[in-house]
Every structure is written in structure tokens, then in C-alpha cells.
């Protein structure tokens, strides 16, 4: 007996040592220590049929070299994990023969949305808040608190899309309607500018499209008068196209304002000479503004008597198209990835 544990013994290391990998090891394990049919287990069988005091002592010598087996299993097993481990690492892991996978295309914004950012930095800047206004607007905010009752010809210069069965709403034509809205929540003082997508029931053309961006400003305080509006206009003006730019205002008829005033730029590709894009005045029209009328701060809750106001309208789109040459306003709006991808 003792003669067979010390046999066992090295073989049995021996057999744990050279074991290949995970299975054959697993294998090993089996064979060895395996509760039912192993070696180690038929070895502890034998016991029995020895006498008393030899029984103890290999007794303890085979518990002793159990331990010392599952030792051996334990770290063979260690090493296998480790090294398949690293092998994987050489391999299958980084593989720096693979093609590289092709770069991923990142977004950009639509140039609306660039020069909108670029308008709302400004403005916050001088203090301005930024608004947002819902498209789908009541009649009453799109025109009657806007100076512009039911039956007025007014009307008629902004047509647009009524929502079906609901006659009261439309998709509003400029970003106006906010002003009220804006002077009912927030009262006097108030200085904001709202960015937003109007709609029109136009026949689209080059010039012409059903949607488009406003980039309305409203500032109503005490003592605000037309210097005022001048300058902030000419702060835009300036900071769009150049320290030398000027700014045009002649009368024009908005039943909001009043005074009321179209506003134009100097032509920033012939510095005011005449050319193409100007169609040859040296001038581009690019908002509509004025002192805001009675009738609109009265609709706001906002005292007339105490407060006055300035309001304008920028054709954000108009801006855009100006900036980058495009000379189609309907490429903005169609999703073209051909013309998306310029930007
Ligand atoms: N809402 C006007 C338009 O769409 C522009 C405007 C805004 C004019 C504010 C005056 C004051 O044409």
C-alpha cells in the first residue's frame, strides 16, 4: 500500500502537469479524484482491509495527498485559463492585419438652423431671451391681436393652410403671433426674439415656399423709440455681413407697427453698387419692423401709456439664402442630401 500511494502520487502529478488544455485537464481531474469511480477514491476503498493502527497513518497520508491533488488541479488550471488568455490576445483579440473600418459619417446642421444659432448668440448676448412659439396658431394670435380684424384686406397678403374642422387655427405665417403671446405671459419689461418656421399658401417658385423661418425681436419698455429700433437692426446688419454695411428703412404698412418700416442691407457682393443679387439697387430687403401699435400692447395687457415698444421680423430664410448664394429658396426645405451635404 504504501509503495502504491507514492506510484499514484507521481503519475498522478505527472498527469496533471502535461494536461493540454481545459478538457483534457477536466479529464485528468475525473479520472483522479472522482467521487464514484476515481483512483483517488478506490485508493481510499483499500483502506478498509488494513489493519487498525496502519489504517490511521494512511489515513491521514491520503488526505494529505488529496489536498495536495486538488492543489495541482487548481493552479494547472490557472495556467491554462492565463494562457489561452494570451493567446486569444495575439490572435483573434486585436487583429492589426483587419481593414480598417470606413469613418463614420458625422451629422452637421441645416444652414437654417447655423445661421438661427448664430442670431440667437447675438441676441442673447444684448440680453435678449430666446422663445419658442407653437406653428399650428389661433386665428386670434396670427391676426385679430395683431391689429388684423377678420375682414381686414391684411389678411389677404399672408394666406395659409386652415386646419381642417377647426377653422379658428392656422399654421401661422410669421413669427409675430409670439409677440402677444410673450407680453400676456411675461408683462413689461420684455426683450425677446423667437426663431421659427412660418408657412404660406404661396405658388412656390425660386423665391416662393409654403415653409420657411422668421426671426422675430420685441422689446417693450419705458421710453423705447425708434433710435432704439435702428440700432439694434444695425448691430444685426453688421455682425451678418460686415462693419461697413448699412441699413435702409423706408415706410412700409404693417398693421402691428406704427410706424412701420421695410428694412433693407447694403448689398454685401457689390458693397451697395449694383449687381445681380441686388437686382442692380444696391440694396437687400431682408426684414420688416416698426414701433409696436397701441392696439397690439393693449392686446399684450401691457399699458400703452407707460410702456412703448419696438418689433421686427427677420426673413431668416432670406438670410440664409443670401449667405450661402442659393439661389432656390425650395432646396431648403426638400431634404436633398445632394445639396445638405455643402453645408
Ligand atoms: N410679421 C411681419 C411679416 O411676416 C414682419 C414684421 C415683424 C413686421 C415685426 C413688423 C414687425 O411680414
Not at 428703412?249 to 404693417?254: A, E, I, M
Not at 419692423?289 to 400692447?297: D, E, K, S, T
Request: net charge negative.
Amino acid at each position: 500500500m504504501p509503495l502504491d500511494v507514492e506510484k499514484f502520487e507521481s503519475e498522478a502529478l505527472v498527469a496533471i502537469a502535461e494536461a493540454k488544455d481545459r478538457a483534457a485537464l477536466e479529464e485528468v481531474e475525473n479520472r483522479l479524484l472522482g467521487r464514484k469511480q476515481g483512483e483517488f477514491t478506490l485508493l481510499m476503498r483499500g483502506l478498509s482491509e488494513l489493519a487498525a493502527p496502519e489504517k490511521k497513518s494512511a489515513g491521514a497520508r491520503l488526505n494529505e495527498l488529496k489536498g495536495k491533488l486538488v492543489e495541482a488541479v487548481n493552479q494547472k488550471r490557472a495556467a491554462l485559463e492565463s494562457a489561452a488568455w494570451e493567446q486569444i490576445s495575439e490572435t483573434e483579440k486585436v487583429d492589426l492585419t483587419a481593414p480598417a473600418l470606413p469613418p463614420r459619417k458625422s451629422g452637421h446642421f441645416h444652414p437654417s438652423t447655423l445661421v438661427q444659432r448664430d442670431l440667437e448668440n447675438l441676441f442673447t448676448s444684448m440680453g435678449f431671451a430666446v422663445l419658442d412659439g407653437p406653428e399650428v396658431e389661433s386665428d386670434y394670435y396670427n391676426f385679430s391681436a395683431l391689429n388684423i380684424p377678420e375682414t381686414h384686406p391684411a389678411r389677404e397678403l399672408q394666406d395659409t393652410f386652415y386646419i381642417k374642422g377647426h377653422n379658428n387655427w392656422v399654421m401661422r405665417t410669421h413669427t409675430s403671433p409670439m409677440q402677444v403671446r410673450a407680453m400676456q405671459k411675461y408683462g413689461a419689461p420684455l426683450r425677446v426674439v423667437v426663431p421659427g418656421k412660418c408657412y404660406r399658401n404661396e405658388a412656390t417658385d425660386v423665391r416662393h415656399e409654403h415653409t420657411f423661418y422668421q426671426f422675430e425681436g420685441l422689446v417693450v419698455d419705458e421710453g423705447i423709440n425708434f433710435s432704439h429700433l435702428k440700432g439694434v437692426l444695425e448691430i444685426v446688419a453688421k455682425h451678418l455681413y460686415g462693419e461697413k454695411t448699412e441699413v435702409r428703412l423706408r415706410p412700409k404698412y404693417y398693421p402691428f407697427v406704427e410706424p412701420g418700416v421695410n428694412g433693407e442691407v447694403t448689398c454685401f457682393t457689390c458693397a451697395g453698387k449694383g449687381c445681380r443679387l441686388c437686382k442692380n439697387s444696391g440694396w437687400l430687403e431682408v426684414f420688416g419692423a416698426g414701433m409696436v401699435h397701441p392696439n397690439v400692447l393693449i392686446e399684450g395687457n401691457i399699458d400703452p401709456q407707460k410702456y412703448t415698444g419696438f418689433a421686427f421680423g427677420f426673413g431668416l430664410t432670406r438670410l440664409v439664402m443670401l449667405k450661402y448664394g442659393i439661389d432656390d429658396v425650395r432646396l431648403l426645405e426638400s431634404g436633398n442630401m445632394k445639396f445638405l451635404e455643402q453645408f
